[in-house]
């Protein structure tokens, strides 16, 4: 109920025709992410939802459009991608087109310029988890900061901690806590994982690195399982994923980390390709013009599509386990 309120008073500010509107919904609804924005988000303010059945039909999914007035979309970035590259899709009337909310997986920079070059919408991206409702920040959309998770919803509080759980200043970067009324309790019946869960005080730990900005807006940098470490430097997917996905012929890239007996690990990505003959060598220098030194992937494999979720978002911990059954 409290994230019902907290997230009616952001759609309310875009959408304001009661019941005039129709939003896509192209996520399964039994997830929390398009659960609470279409299937009680649009209820409760009045709006209607145009429900995708299975959106990794991206053909099938433009032709359910195309008949179909709609003002708005649910996604993430790698649908936004696989949208913006039919050209069916591209042909479209997007004039009456209002908002785009993006959750899920990180935006990336590429993603978003693509998406308002082809429908003229801006993306709004958000941030949360099933343990705070989910909504935790979206950005405002009369202000958009391209590259965070906007600002912490009304009733909820932010703060970094670091690996000791000491809060950290604004502008540094460590693991995101929340407070507030979206919040929960904790695990059904698991005192155990509770208390792994929360501070001492009562905040939740996320299990994401953030940074929060001067002005009140979140930057995510990864989650911190996923960090990498390369001679003892950080090296954070999301930023090795960015850099190879702004290369023009490359679809979608997942980063990993696997053992190496030099470096403690070295840095992999996953490529699907538009153009077969890309080659690694390529995207090495590429990567070497846009990143330090040591987050320069040493390898890259290509692949015609990448492990993800019933929702969409890539899978790195499936690479990771394909990886060490190698090793093995």
């Not at 979206?138 to 000791?164: C, F, H, R, Y």
């Not at 494999?301 to 911990?317: A, H, Q, S, Y």
Request: charged letters at 25%; hydrophobic letters at 40%.
């Amino acid at each position: 109920v409290s994230n019902m309120l907290q997230m009616k008073f952001v759609i309310e500010n875009v959408f304001t025709d009661p019941a005039g509107e129709t939003i896509v919904a192209p996520l399964p609804l039994y997830h929390i992410y398009s659960f609470t924005v279409n299937c009680m988000g649009m209820m409760v303010t009045g709006n209607h939802n145009l429900l995708i059945t299975n959106p990794r039909d991206i053909p099938g999914f433009v032709k359910e459009l195309s008949g179909a007035k709609f003002s708005g979309m649910l996604g993430l970035n790698t649908l936004f991608v696989a949208l913006c590259n039919n050209e069916e899709f591209r042909k479209f009337d997007f004039s009456g087109f209002k908002l785009t909310v993006s959750g899920g997986m990180a935006l990336t920079k590429f993603a978003a310029e693509e998406w308002q070059k082809v429908t003229g919408s801006k993306v709004i991206e958000g941030y949360g988890l099933t343990e705070a409702s989910p909504v935790v920040s979206i950005n405002p959309p009369d202000s958009i900061q391209l590259g965070t998770i906007g600002k912490a919803m009304i009733g909820t509080q932010v703060k970094t901690i670091d690996d000791e759980g000491h809060d950290l200043p604004i502008g540094e970067s460590g693991e995101l806590c929340v407070k507030g009324p979206q919040v929960m309790k904790g695990y059904w019946q698991r005192p155990d994982e509770t208390a792994k869960t929360f501070t001492s005080d009562g905040w939740l730990k996320t299990g994401d690195v953030a940074v929060i900005q001067d002005d009140g807006f979140i930057r995510i940098v990864d989650r911190k399982k996923d960090l990498i470490i390369v001679s003892g430097f950080n090296v954070y997917p999301n930023e090795i994923e960015e850099v190879v996905t702004s290369h023009p012929e490359v679809i979608e890239s997942a980063a990993i980390g696997i053992p190496d007996d030099k470096s403690g690990e070295t840095i992999k990505v996953f490529v699907v390709a538009k153009d077969p003959s890309l080659s690694a060598e390529r995207l090495i220098a590429f990567c070497r013009e846009r990143l330090t030194g040591y987050k320069v992937p040493k390898l890259f494999e290509f692949r015609e599509d990448l492990p993800k979720t019933n929702v969409g978002k890539i899978l790195r911990r499936s690479l990771r386990e394909e990886e060490l059954a190698k090793k093995s």
